[in-house]
């Protein structure tokens, strides 16, 4: 005997045919409704939402990707999410999100190359508004050459890329790109350093291939030949962008017995284990030796002497990154953004 088409098991989920029954219309015009693509009479629905309420009806996301319509969510991808850098950008993207009426997801790739390729594309089959990859990019031809695929793979979705605190990938690629002046940052505070006396400048925290850490190179040698300096390579020495490895480098440098009267730290994280080795070496900050960082984070205003950085605009570089990634059609020709920083001094290149 065939079930009486009317009748549902209790664990069953309602359909979109479910729907168009309760609201007395078309399975076409409940997903209009769902979609948001074609106008739909006021009054239609409404009957269409009430029935959806009724029957507790839940949208499939996979139907509705089928069906053309992306998944109203932001994603939002970075190396670490317990990087204070990623929280700070990461509160501007979900505040903007919000304010749009979209959800945020977080994915991280913990400094994989492959995993954020993994990353965009899974949000590219899942039909994501946008995909705001966060972060300094590798200098490398084969990955920029898979980010331009994804790229055009998002806009032909119509979905969008947003590069944020990385370099754009070409000319012609459908990318939306929020940059800070990540290199005159760095020639800033050289500059400030080089002012201030300090002839032998350690940079501690230098990563090959990273786009992030070559502008700040970039920066911190023109800086030099601009005030007519000789930088000693020995000086810069390779690592990581973490507390750790200042602490280990800073030690390092001491033991070495390496002549320098200031250190430019990568990040804020390595300038709070370079003052930490100083501290437990007897060097006096900054009467003996001056230290600043990058990023202006709130680690920055809690270390003793307080750091002095350069800062960076994160959660406007968010906001940014999310309002012209949704507004791309009114915002054709601001595409590419370039936020300013500046250099805050405080205590730990200040002498009294």
Known sequence: MGRNAGARSPHEASTVRDVAARAGVSASTVSRVLGGTYPVAKDTRARVLRAMRELDYVVNAHARALGGSTSKTVAFVVDDVTGPFYAHIARGVEQQASAEGRLCMLCTTHGDPQRVLAVVEAMREQRADAVIVVGGAWEDKAYQNRMTHFANALDRAGSRLVLVGRPPLGTGVPATVVEYDNEGGAFAMTSHLLSAGHQRIAYLGRVPGLSTSSQRISGFTRAHAMLGVDLDPALVIDGTFTRSYGYRAARELLATGADFSAVFAATDMV??????????????????????????????????????????????????????ALHRDEYPDSQHQMLGTHIVVRDSTRHS
């Open 271 to 324: 300038a709070a284990g370079v003052l930490q080795a100083l501290r437990e070496g007897g060097v006096r900050v900054p009467d003996d030796v001056a230290v600043a960082g990058y990023d202006d984070i709130p680690v920055a205003i809690d270390v003793h002497p307080t750091l002095t950085t350069v800062r960076i605009p994160h959660e406007e570089l968010g906001r940014t990154a999310v309002r012209l």
